[in-house]
């Protein structure tokens, strides 16, 4: 691993690309929930939320995708920062699976900010809000499938590839509910929290299963043997994602079976908070760990 | 439980499905730590797969760059060949930079050394250049 103000910028540019999808997936998966188990016109207010989160995740996915090719050229050229506007060193970037990435990339997002600015959060029933909805999902999938496109799994068959998808599908659903749960509680009733906070706790174990066997399919993929998981850098950074990713577990358990039953009490309902913002904290050394090693450290070979 | 059994099934029986490799330098002309009697008449590389070669640098003792035809190309190939200019007797070092086919870049430099006389252009311990897979 050679560390240098590039490694920087494309870790930078990683963390931005995996916050929106993380963002993107959370507020789908809160709307959805929002959808069938709100009733009324009181949670106008939050779904506004998360309209206006979505759109400012997706700005900031759109201009880490926009950079991409340029902060690529520049990594490559190591001729200083002119270095990401050498045309030759563009092209190479463009042409390859980069720049593959970067196009569907930046044509997911400029559609899903349009999508969500069509959001009508007043007409969640109307068919054209279920389209809306339907086409964003679509829109998430790709974003979540372009991660596969380049790196370990480039020139891995659709079955792994599906296998990652299924992955980040699964992290990002679950970190990017995160900050639509803590702004729930402040924007919603406590009764509303509490349907919100129940029903997605029987979706995080869906979640939690998805994230534990493709974890475990992509750790036998690309570690070949177990003692790489303690020898090798790359191991090591996986375990400590492992460590981070159960600690998220223990509290999401601790919300589920005892701070979410007893949120009507105003002592639990402030520490559900508290705790829902420390694990948003751990949430993001997940992404940090998840993109030094998927950006600066390989794989043992 | 049946559905862990399912997905535990389906996780074995993928197993032989998922295999990887990585693109590394198979070949370089000179080889690494060669040491020449005359000046080599070509430059080479070789990869094991497709990578996008955006630099190679040749450089004397006194790391001055030796002109050569190298021009990058967004073109991915594994091989690749370039005629040399007349080089002096000394010790060189070739860099190079590619983009593999994943979209890792990747660098390498293997040296080779120059003798003064003017016999034949026999090779001394050959050796395949050294190539890094960065991330």
Redesign the interface.
């Given at each position: 691993m050679q560390f240098s103000e590039w490694s920087l910028l494309l870790l930078l540019m990683k963390l931005a690309n995996y916050t929106a999808i993380a963002a993107l997936a959370g507020t789908l998966l809160i709307r959805f929930i929002s959808h069938f188990h709100l009733n009324g016109n009181q949670h106008t207010a939050f779904l506004y939320f998360l309209k206006h989160w979505q759109i400012k995740c997706l700005m900031v996915g759109l201009i880490a995708a926009v950079l991409q090719t340029p902060i690529e050229a520049g990594a490559i050229a190591e001729s200083g920062f002119m270095g990401m506007l050498d045309r030759p060193m563009l092209e190479i970037v463009w042409y390859s699976v980069i720049g593959e990435q970067a196009r569907l990339r930046i044509v997911s997002f400029l559609v899903a900010l349009m999508v969500a600015s069509l959001w009508n959060v007043k007409a969640e029933n109307n068919n054209a809000e279920k389209f809306n909805f339907a086409l964003m999902l679509i829109i998430a999938a790709l974003i979540a499938y372009s991660f596969s496109i380049t790196g370990h799994s480039a020139n891995e068959n659709a079955l792994v590839k599906s296998i990652l998808t299924f992955h980040l599908a699964a992290l990002a659903c679950w970190i990017g509910a995160l900050w639509p749960l803590l702004k729930s509680c402040t924007l919603l009733i406590k009764t509303d929290v509490e349907k919100i906070m129940h029903h997605f706790g029987q979706m995080a174990i869906i979640i939690v299963v998805v994230l534990l066997v493709s974890g475990l399919a992509l750790l036998q993929q690309y570690l070949h043997s177990f003692s790489a998981l303690f020898t090798s850098t790359y191991g090591q950074l996986i375990l400590l994602k492992l460590l981070l990713v159960s600690a998220m577990l223990l509290l999401g358990a601790w919300h589920k079976l005892f701070l979410v039953p007893n949120i009507n009490r105003q002592r639990y309902f402030e520490t559900l908070k508290g705790s829902i913002a420390v694990e948003m904290v751990i949430a993001l050394f997940v992404l940090i760990t998840t993109s030094v090693f998927t950006t600066l450290v390989g794989p043992p070979i | 439980m049946k559905f862990f059994k399912y997905?535990a099934f389906m996780?074995v029986l993928?197993?032989p499905?998922?295999a990887?490799?990585?693109v590394s330098v198979t070949h370089t002309l000179p080889q690494d730590k060669a040491m020449l009697m005359s000046s080599p008449e070509q430059l080479s590389l070789a990869f094991s797969g497709k990578v996008?070669l955006?630099?190679i640098v040749v450089q004397d003792a006194h790391k001055q760059p030796i002109d050569f035809d190298f021009?990058?190309?967004?073109a991915?190939s594994s091989d690749f060949s370039w005629p040399l200019p007349h080089l002096k007797q000394g010790n060189y070092t070739v860099k190079w930079?590619a983009?593999g086919?994943?979209?890792?870049?990747m660098?390498g430099e293997f040296t080779f050394m120059i003798h003064a006389t003017k016999h034949s252009n026999k090779t001394k311990m050959p050796e395949n250049g050294h190539g890094?897979?960065?991330?």
């Open positions: - | 997905v996780f993928t197993m499905f998922m990887s490799a990585h996008r955006a630099k021009k990058p190309t967004a991915p930079i983009l086919g994943d979209g890792h870049k660098t890094n897979h960065n991330h």
